[in-house]
């Protein structure tokens, strides 16, 4: 990913992301607006569950990456159920939202990379070669 959308959700999300560097969102430009309401949704449960009277610390992501055409996020330490579910939603989004543009995808896969998946729509399909 592009390092000025990195720095938005490192800047925007700090607690979320303190573990990452920019470098570290290994996926391409099109699911930065997926990965920004993700992180919306987990600071969102994170603030209300893990106030200070349960004294549960705040979650810490530890990897964003694209495997298999889906999303992968994976934390720090285990998550709670409902942090489970939204980041089923999001891998499942990915599914259908193309990584290079953001735009409706599917996922294709790559005759030059070998066994390699990733989901695109029909333009950027065209337009990238990577088929
Ligand atoms: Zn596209």
Known sequence: ????????LIFNFPDLYRKLRNQDFE???GWY???KE???SINKTSFTRNSSLTGKSYPSIL???????????TFEEEVDEEITLLLKRYSDMSKETCEICGLKG????SKK???NIKSLC?????NTGWL
């Open 106 to 109: 599917s996922l294709q896969l």
């Open 38 to 40: 993700l992180s919306e």
């Open 122 to 126: 029909d333009s950027c399909k065209q």
């Open 63 to 73: 990897i964003v990456k694209q495997k298999f055409g889906i999303l992968r996020v």
């Open 27 to 29: 996926c391409d430009d």
């Open 1 to 8: 990913m592009r390092k000025e959308y990195a720095d938005d």
């Open 33 to 35: 607006g997926l990965i």
């Open 113 to 115: 990379h070998s066994r």
